[in-house]
């Protein structure tokens, strides 16, 4: 349900109570919303308006519905976008592709004009300033949005790997392999020996290359949770290869760091020397895609950017902020974590199951030690 759009004619986002005040000039009411004053201006707006996410064209708008009893809003007017046979119009990969009439709001849309929290509050002040100041605006907001979908739509894959090699990744990550210890049969001659924590250790040895695959990936389990269930929803489908975004992610994990830690600020509870493993604040994320868009992703260019909109006077207009603006990187980490784990399956030799490897480890050094132990008699 995209209850925003973009308007090429207006070069802005706009719902349809905007969008029909500004082709009217008549303020729209409840009893006549809308999508009701706009009802002659359907082949304009099919031309003009363009999906928030893929860039389609063939919008129609959907009225407003009140409840007879209470006169409560049932349902927001809002855009749904028709191909000329009447299908859904959408990129098939885009997040409104399907039954976007009864879509919830997205992830990876924000309402920078939200009051909701500290960093939405501080980044729509920054978005008036950037947009009063001429450093961006909406036709720019718009084209990374075009840019970030073309990248990922041009690079796809097939969930393929069995469901299992979520839990299997998840598990050797938080397996202690850090701790590297060789057995010898010898060492269980000690009156207590741990023989849990020896095969443990002789599991790290064992698995070496694997937990390789894992660096620099994700300890929160919100974005383990949602992996598992992106790999559930999606398997044996075709889907986008987020992981291209890798570099650009890593730039902007990298200026919401230098921001948030020199900008003088308050972005929310997050410290920024967390941001790369628990994720910085998605309002600040999108800026700073944003920044470094408009920046040719050019670090230094993308901070004095920074730099100019953190010293403008207070914005005079706080509706520029009126926007709903995109996280480039909604659902990435998650996706990645996808891809790592499947790669993790494919090479691993012994099954995807922990538990039974560890158990099955742990006979193999007590078999070992009694082989051993006859030798020695």
């Given at each position: 349900?995209?209850?925003?759009?973009?308007?090429?004619?207006?070069?802005?986002?706009?719902?349809?109570?905007?969008?029909?005040?500004l082709?009217?000039?008549?303020?729209?009411?409840?009893?006549?919303?809308?999508?009701?004053?706009?009802?002659?201006?359907?082949?304009?707006?099919?031309?003009?308006?363009?999906?928030?996410?893929?860039?389609?064209?063939?919008?129609?708008?959907?009225?407003?519905?009140?409840?007879?009893?209470?006169?409560?809003?049932?349902?927001?007017?809002?855009?749904?976008?028709?191909?000329?046979?009447?299908?859904?119009?959408?990129?098939?990969?885009?997040e409104?592709?399907?039954d976007?009439e009864?879509?919830?709001?997205?992830?990876?849309?924000?309402?920078?004009?939200s009051?909701?929290?500290?960093?939405?509050r501080?980044?729509?002040?920054?978005?008036?300033?950037?947009?009063?100041?001429?450093?961006?605006?909406?036709?720019?907001?718009?084209?990374?949005?075009?840019?970030?979908?073309?990248?990922?739509s041009?690079?796809?894959?097939?969930?393929?790997?069995?469901?299992e090699?979520?839990?299997?990744a998840?598990?050797?990550?938080?397996?202690?392999?850090?701790?590297?210890?060789?057995?010898?049969p010898?060492?269980?001659?000690?009156?207590?020996?741990?023989?849990?924590?020896?095969?443990?250790?002789?599991?790290?040895?064992?698995?070496?290359?694997?937990?390789?695959?894992?660096?620099?990936?994700?300890?929160?389990?919100?974005?383990?949770?949602?992996?598992?269930?992106?790999?559930?929803?999606?398997?044996?489908?075709?889907?986008?290869?987020?992981?291209?975004?890798?570099?650009?992610y890593?730039?902007?994990?990298s200026?919401?760091?230098?921001?948030?830690?020199?900008?003088?600020?308050?972005?929310?509870?997050?410290?920024?020397?967390?941001?790369?493993?628990?994720?910085?604040?998605?309002?600040?994320?999108?800026?700073?895609?944003?920044?470094?868009?408009?920046?040719?992703?050019?670090?230094?260019?993308?901070?004095?950017?920074f730099?100019?909109?953190?010293?403008?006077?207070?914005?005079?207009?706080?509706?520029?902020?009126?926007?709903?603006?995109l996280?480039?990187?909604?659902?990435?980490?998650?996706?990645?974590?996808?891809?790592?784990?499947?790669?993790?399956?494919?090479?691993?030799?012994?099954?995807?199951?922990?538990?039974?490897?560890?158990?099955s480890t742990?006979?193999?050094?007590?078999?070992q030690?009694?082989?051993?132990?006859?030798?020695?008699?």
């Amino acid at each position: 349900m995209p209850a925003t759009a973009y308007s090429v004619r207006f070069a802005r986002e706009l719902d349809v109570e905007q969008l029909a005040t500004l082709m009217t000039g008549v303020q729209p009411t409840p009893e006549r919303d809308g999508a009701e004053l706009l009802r002659m201006s359907g082949d304009a707006i099919r031309d003009d308006i363009q999906c928030s996410s893929c860039g389609k064209f063939g919008a129609r708008l959907v009225r407003s519905a009140r409840s007879r009893a209470s006169r409560a809003v049932l349902r927001q007017a809002h855009f749904r976008f028709v191909d000329p046979n009447g299908g859904d119009a959408h990129h098939p990969f885009c997040e409104f592709y399907g039954d976007d009439e009864n879509r919830s709001v997205q992830g990876s849309l924000l309402d920078f004009g939200s009051e909701k929290s500290a960093e939405t509050r501080a980044v729509r002040l920054l978005v008036c300033k950037g947009i009063e100041q001429g450093i961006f605006d909406q036709r720019r907001i718009r084209e990374m949005r075009q840019w970030f979908f073309d990248l990922k739509s041009a690079s796809r894959f097939t969930v393929s790997m069995p469901l299992e090699a979520i839990p299997w990744a998840r598990a050797l990550q938080r397996h202690p392999h850090y701790r590297r210890w060789q057995f010898h049969p010898l060492q269980a001659e000690m009156p207590a020996f741990d023989w849990k924590a020896a095969a443990k250790n002789q599991f790290t040895e064992d698995n070496l290359p694997l937990f390789d695959l894992l660096k620099s990936i994700p300890f929160d389990d919100a974005t383990w949770r949602q992996a598992s269930d992106l790999a559930r929803k999606n398997h044996q489908r075709e889907v986008f290869n987020a992981t291209v975004l890798q570099p650009y992610y890593e730039a902007a994990i990298s200026l919401c760091v230098f921001v948030a830690a020199n900008g003088g600020i308050d972005f929310g509870k997050g410290r920024p020397e967390y941001f790369r493993a628990k994720g910085p604040p998605v309002a600040l994320l999108a800026l700073c895609a944003l920044v470094l868009f408009i920046s040719d992703w050019d670090m230094n260019a993308a901070i004095a950017a920074f730099a100019k909109l953190l010293s403008a006077p207070a914005p005079s207009n706080l509706t520029l902020g009126n926007l709903i603006g995109l996280n480039p990187f909604h659902e990435y980490a998650a996706w990645r974590l996808v891809v790592v784990s499947a790669e993790i399956a494919a090479q691993s030799p012994n099954g995807l199951d922990y538990d039974r490897q560890l158990a099955s480890t742990e006979a193999a050094l007590r078999e070992q030690h009694r082989r051993w132990r006859d030798e020695q008699s």
